[in-house]
């Protein structure tokens, strides 16, 4: 076992830490660029294809469709590397770690040489059409009809929480062909052209008044047959690559972390000193960084296991667990330890320009997102435990006798 | 012993009820909320004042109905369940009971029966920067009986009429009340998580004062104001928590996954029974707070302390999860779930974070212990 890089490693790294430096965009003014905008986007969007450019955008994809042919390993050099360097390209992580590796997986040759490089080039963009009003942790349970109309299909329904879709250029749909098999195996995956006849996007208003999620109500839209992802009736297992590879991304995002809550209790007065010398605060924030190393350390397991050519396992899910509540205890005892101050979310005046207010703001959707706490810990229990599954009330049935809730 | 709310406070957390209801008390938090510069629902206001429930707690002398500590935390509940957007914790937990506490009996005379018919508004302007209460000496300072500085975040500073201030003297830290429409007073809101409870900055140049209780004893009469300001609030948080509590199971019971109803899966149903234990649990403690503030002073500040403690737990844990069980719409600015977070950390703060209490609470319990 060693924690250091290789000597190749550590090479790459070093060659990577210095492109980033010669290449990283000149850093632009939140005030005229804030993050969600266009012109935010845009610049992001010039340091997508500078990475494309230079093999270190989906560095571990091969090159001749558009990757970097490298490691997964090079991959998470670069990623910590860019981290590092304050960066981030949340506008293309959509397409490039969830939508995509099932293109790559299941997709034809044509879709893969169609939309593969102008997505790592950060040409195009995508999102994920899965959740439904009625089903979200139960996926498998989409009612969004694909209906065969001569050589190919028209689709009818209503897909929610779709982030980003409003500047998504293609969604990954996940519709159901066949409603008399069981709810499995009567689904199939299709991409869609946000902006083909019959696809309405709406904005949706999160509890943190931003609106970076979105209705999509498709109606009567009509899709050729090579718009199909897999088989029919395969979308259930292309579903499944997009979520092991979705919780994999999202363990151990972004956001402030212990770093950051000591640097506010250094601000933060506590009789003759600061809260930071505080026997007390001292407690809380060994836990928060014990907490911490866990997930990270998790992570660079699930990178070994992929360097060794395997999938990223259910380990994802814990990380993804234990990560979302991190950041909500964080953000909750930041502003605790700012007492009645801490309520203030103006960037102006609070402390560290109100980053654990906005994330305490965002927190509980990181728990929702990508896997409920309650689903990703059935996962754990059931799929590395082994331990027996919930009597299933709609197992073996008819998709459409299944007993559906008045919401 | 009878540990639970006498007839007379039942009947008016009954009415309080049902007229927070009839008139809509969430739907007016989300007005607030939503539009710009609104600070607080004036007509469910003023109705308070005239339902003579703002003075429920001072005594008739001065213009109140002289109930006990008990019906005051009944009427929090209701409140605190409801969601009102009104300045009820400022000005009755907080000013009035600093003025009943602290200030003298020519001070009394003069506000509290204005504050009792809710015609004018009261608040406490403690803090100034980011902290525990009391951690940094206020720079705010009283000279010649003139107040200079600034105080912030100021719940409900905006619209008040009255403040007790925190401010530092040639004798030490005093408590002063100050009137908020003198010319030298400025006032700007402040952006908070919960603008269902405003804030303002207030900035003082010369404005006259008077002092409350002794000068040079302002931060151990603030700590005893904040004691019994806290208590309400914890009845404010438990009123809050099982509103969340009841809008989960009732979400819970209808949305069905892998079909059936997601309230049938022991996980949810676990989680929906301990906000039930967490939220008893506070309540027990707060009881004790709420008898203990008329009737056993010895046990006062750590039947306080740990009703606050739990309180503030319980609604913090009941808010959360309230999001979390209604998945991914428990997450949309359109459903009520996120005001209940918002207020259950408004809670948790105002009146000093439960680690501030647990560190008083020690104290106390090693002196009762010595
Ligand atoms: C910030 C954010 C971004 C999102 N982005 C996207 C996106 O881009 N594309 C997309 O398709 N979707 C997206 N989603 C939707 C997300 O995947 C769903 O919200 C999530 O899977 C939960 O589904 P639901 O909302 O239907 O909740 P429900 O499934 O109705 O769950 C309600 C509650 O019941 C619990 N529950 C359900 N089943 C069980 C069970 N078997 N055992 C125990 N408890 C159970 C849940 O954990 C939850 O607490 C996003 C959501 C959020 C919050």
């Keep these: ?407 | 012993m009878n540990v639970d709310y006498d007839e007379d406070v039942r009947a008016l957390m009954d009415h309080a009820r049902k007229l927070l209801d009839a008139r809509g008390a969430i739907d007016a938090a989300r007005r607030v909320l939503e539009t710009a510069g609104d600070t607080h629902a004036t007509g469910l206001w003023r109705e308070l004042g005239a339902q003579g429930w703002c003075g429920v707690a001072i005594d008739d002398a001065h213009g109140g109905l002289g109930m006990a500590s008990v019906a005051l935390a009944g009427l929090a509940e209701e409140l605190g369940r409801s969601l009102a957007p009104v300045p009820f914790a400022s000005s009755i937990y907080g000013f009035a009971q600093a003025i009943a506490l602290a200030g003298s009996e020519t001070q009394r005379a003069a506000l509290l029966p204005e504050i009792a018919s809710g015609a004018l508004i009261g608040t406490l302007a403690f803090t100034e920067g980011p902290g525990t209460p009391f951690a940094a000496p206020p720079t705010a300072r009283v000279e010649r009986g003139r107040l200079h500085g600034t105080k912030q975040p100021v719940t409900d500073g905006a619209i008040a009429d009255w403040a007790v201030v925190l401010a530092a003297t040639a004798d030490g830290p005093g408590l002063f009340v100050v009137g908020l429409n003198d010319p030298g007073v400025t006032r700007r809101s402040v952006s908070t998580l919960d603008p269902t409870r405003p804030a303002a900055r207030l900035d003082f140049a010369d404005v006259p004062v008077e002092p409350v209780g002794r000068t040079g004893d302002g931060v151990a009469l603030a700590a005893q104001i904040l004691t019994r300001y806290a208590v309400p609030l914890a009845f404010e948080a438990i009123g809050g928590a099982d509103a969340c509590l009841e809008m989960a199971v009732a979400y819970t019971r209808t949305r069905f996954a892998f079909g059936r109803p997601v309230a049938g899966y022991q996980a949810v149903k676990h989680r929906l029974a301990d906000i039930y234990v967490k939220n008893e649990m506070a309540r027990s403690n707060a009881y004790y707070a709420a008898w203990a503030a008329d009737h056993d002073p010895a046990v006062f500040e750590s039947a306080t302390a740990a009703a606050r403690i739990a309180a503030c737990e319980a609604y913090w844990f009941a808010a959360k999860e309230l999001i979390q069980l209604h998945g991914g719409i428990g997450f949309t600015w359109e459903m009520d779930c996120h005001l209940f977070y918002r207020r259950a950390r408004h809670l948790s703060t105002a009146a000093g974070a439960p680690d501030w209490w647990r560190a008083r609470l020690a104290d106390q319990l090693r002196q009762v212990a010595a």
């Design chain 1, 1 to 407: 076992m060693t924690f250091d890089d290789t000597p190749e490693q550590a090479a790459y790294r070093a060659t990577a830490r210095t492109w980033i430096a010669d290449h990283m965009p000149a850093p632009i003014d939140a005030a005229d660029a804030p993050i969600g905008s266009t012109e935010h986007l845009e610049h992001m969007r010039l340091w997508q294809r500078a990475k494309a450019e230079h093999g270190y955008a989906c560095i571990a994809w091969p090159a001749a469709i558009g990757g970097g042919g490298g490691t997964p390993i090079q991959q998470a050099i670069f990623d910590q590397e860019e981290a590092r360097a304050g960066l981030s390209s949340n506008y293309f992580m959509t397409g490039l770690k969830i939508c995509l590796p099932p293109l790559l997986k299941h997709g034809s040759d044509a879709q893969r040489a169609r939309f593969i490089a102008p997505a790592v080039r950060g040409d195009e963009i995508w999102c994920q059409l899965f959740s439904e009003p009625s089903n979200g942790s139960d996926l498998a349970a989409a009612r969004t009809r694909a209906v065969r109309v001569g050589d190919g299909w028209r689709i009818d329904g209503q897909k929610v929480w779709n982030s980003n879709a409003d500047r998504s250029d293609f969604g990954l749909l996940l519709a159901r062909t066949d409603p008399d098999l069981v709810k499995h195996a009567g689904l199939t995956m299709f991409w869609i052209d946000m902006r083909a006849p019959g696809v309405d996007v709406r904005p949706l208003r999160q509890m943190n008044g931003g609106a970076e999620f979105n209705e999509v109500y498709l109606d009567g839209v009509m899709l050729r047959d090579d718009q199909r992802v897999g088989d029919i009736g395969e979308g259930w297992a292309v579903a499944l690559t997009t979520l092991a590879n979705e919780r994999a991304a999202l363990g151990g995002g972004t956001g402030p972390t212990w770093r950051d809550l000591l640097a506010l209790a250094r601000l933060v007065p506590s009789g003759d000193s600061v809260l930071a010398d505080d026997p007390v605060f001292g407690q809380q924030l060994a836990g928060f960084y014990t907490e911490a190393e866990s997930f990270r350390l998790l992570g660079l397991r699930m990178l070994s296991k992929l360097s060794r050519g395997e999938q990223p396992g259910p380990e994802a899910s814990a990380a993804k667990l234990v990560w979302s509540n991190h950041v909500q205890a964080l953000s909750a005892a930041a502003v605790e330890l700012t007492g009645d101050y801490g309520m203030i979310d103006d960037p102006a005046l609070a402390p560290l320009a109100a980053a654990f207010q906005a994330r305490l703001m965002w927190a509980p959707g990181l728990r929702i997102g990508g896997g409920t706490d309650e689903i990703l810990r059935n996962i754990i229990a059931e799929r590395v435990l082994g331990l027996p599954a919930d009597a299933r009330a709609d197992k073996g049935m008819a998709f459409r006798d299944i007993p559906q809730g008045t919401r």
